[in-house]
């Protein structure tokens, strides 16, 4: 069995990794922060990215941003040989993604561009959802390993295409999210429970994923610390706004979506869950004894 590398062991990567070592794969994986559960499960952690990139046949990246993105290429570069495989199922422009599969192209390393839909939760009971995208024999030669982090994956085609469908994914899910948001505070005005509106509107024709996943947030409060803050949407809204102007795409839900996570934003909610947009659609909401 191929030994796998898994470089990023945070709120994606950590339980990605470990649905390997369930699969049975032997994983050594990478992260500035050691991580117990990935030890504790299994894994072998490393001491530095070279260390993983020496014995990794096939290497995941779960990574936070374009600089991690940058430093980590520049250690596999240093032990980089003919014949590895990357898998990076992060989530950063494109235009970083293909710079770092061009950079390793030189050496003899394919790059996949792959994209996760889900939240850890969902990761770790093997909900989410694969997007996979780049040189179509490669996918082919290494789906054991995808079918070993996730029940469901799907092929977009060439490089690019699933960090495109990743982008219209979390349009709809910051759109729902909204939408979710929108209904629980009208349904308090209007006197329904809102315990009540989850119940029934979750498996209804009105329901959706990102519904049930959140409308409970939005009834605890809960926000502080969640899977899905703010600051991680807000990158992928700016993103998709900017590719639907350069293709003259009408997005008005988008737009208006944007505004508010922008202005989470601005309140310092940054760290916050986004179902925590509930509030700032009650601050935004008019008492209705001054309306005619």
Known sequence: MKKIGFIGLGNIGSPMSQNLL????????????ENSAFVDAGGRFAQSVQA???????????????????STITGLLEVAREGQVVIDI?????????????????????????????????VANRT????????EETVVANQDIFDGMADRCFYLGEFGSATKMKLLANMMVAIHNSVAG??????????????????VLGPSAGGSVT?????????SRDFDGGAGPFRHMVHYLDRTSDMAKRTGAA????????????????????????AAVIELLEAASKDPTTQR
Do not use: H
């Open 22 to 33: 369930r699969a049975g794969f032997d994983v050594i994986g990478f992260d500035l922060v």
């Open 52 to 70: 993983v990139g020496r014995e990794a046949e096939v290497i995941i990246q779960s990574l936070p941003t374009v600089a991690a993105l940058e």
């Open 90 to 122: 992060s989530g950063y422009p494109l235009d970083a993604k293909t710079k770092a599969a061009d950079q390793l192209a030189q050496r003899g390393v394919a790059m996949l561009d792959c994209e996760i839909s889900g939240l850890p939760f969902m």
């Open 128 to 135: 989410a959802v694969i997007f996979q995208a780049g040189d």
């Open 182 to 199: 929108e209904v629980l505070n009208l349904a308090a005005r209007i006197g329904v429970d809102p315990e009540t509106v989850i119940k």
């Open 211 to 219: 519904f049930s996943n959140k409308a409970p947030i939005m009834i």
């Open 251 to 274: 997005t008005p839900l988008l737009d208006k979506t944007r505004e508010y996570y922008q202005m989470a934003e601005e309140q310092g909610r940054g760290d916050q869950d986004i």
